[in-house]
């Protein structure tokens, strides 16, 4: 059974760092891409970036880049999202998402990381 | 970046009614589109790919249609589970994918 299994909700200050993960299972972790997807509180969806963990290929959406840095790690099935100084506006649920291997839809999703970041 | 746009932002609607959300590209996107379904607080769900085609599981109720720049999603007799907020997602391009701004389906 795929599954991509993200790490627990974080509450941050503005200014500090933070990485937040999502570990794939049940398939071949390094064939497929992973996105992030933003959701802010009561908003819709916002494509972020995404990676291959074959060979860490990363596209980022001129949104979203140079504010985040997104990784994987091959030997532990496991993709990031990393802020090096976060912000207020940062608050939002977080989701990573497999990209189908034929077509770009994404076909499965993570259960989502609530990041709040508050003085 | 592709614009995508759905309408109704809000549908008040019926259990057992026939209900169609539209989504609009500002390009032609071919059939390079997803409709996926979100409840609160939970993932989305992917619904259709490809414009037109039924994911697996996923009730025969649903169906997409289109090609270029308009699309619509439609539920053939809604039922309790289906209300739900919807988004349309265009993915032509390879590392720019974009979503509609949601669909909230309410009952009426």
């Known amino acids: 059974e795929v599954q991509l299994v993200q790490s627990g909700a974080e509450v941050k200050k503005p200014g500090e760092s933070l990485k937040i993960s999502c570990k794939g299972s049940g398939y071949s972790f390094t064939t497929y891409w992973i996105g992030w997807v933003r959701q802010m509180p009561g908003k819709g969806l916002e494509w972020m970036g995404i990676?291959?963990?074959?060979?860490?290929?990363?596209r980022y959406s001129p949104s979203f880049q140079g504010q985040v840095t997104i990784s994987a790690d091959k030997s532990s099935s496991t993709a990031y999202l990393q802020w090096s100084s976060l912000k207020a506006s940062d608050t939002a649920m977080y989701y990573c998402?497999?990209?189908?291997?034929?077509?770009?839809?994404?076909?499965?999703w993570g259960q989502g990381t609530l990041v709040t970041v508050s003085s | 970046d592709i614009q995508m746009t759905q309408s109704p932002s809000t549908l008040s609607a019926s259990v057992g009614d026939r209900v169609s959300i539209t989504c609009r590209a500002s390009q032609s996107i071919s059939s390079w589109l997803a409709w996926y379904q979100q409840k609160p607080g939970k993932a989305p769900k992917l619904l259709i790919y490809k414009a037109s085609s039924l994911e697996s599981g996923v009730p025969s109720r649903f169906s997409g249609s289109g090609s270029g720049t308009e699309f619509t999603l439609t539920i053939s007799s809604l039922q309790p589970d289906d209300f739900a907020t919807y988004y349309c997602?265009?993915?032509?391009?390879?590392?720019?994918?974009?979503f509609g701004q949601g669909t909230k389906l309410e009952i009426k």
């Open positions: 990676i291959y963990p074959g060979d860490s290929d990363t």
């Open positions: 998402a497999r990209r189908s291997y034929f077509d770009w839809h994404f076909d499965y």
């Open positions: 997602q265009q993915y032509k391009s390879d590392s720019r994918t974009t």
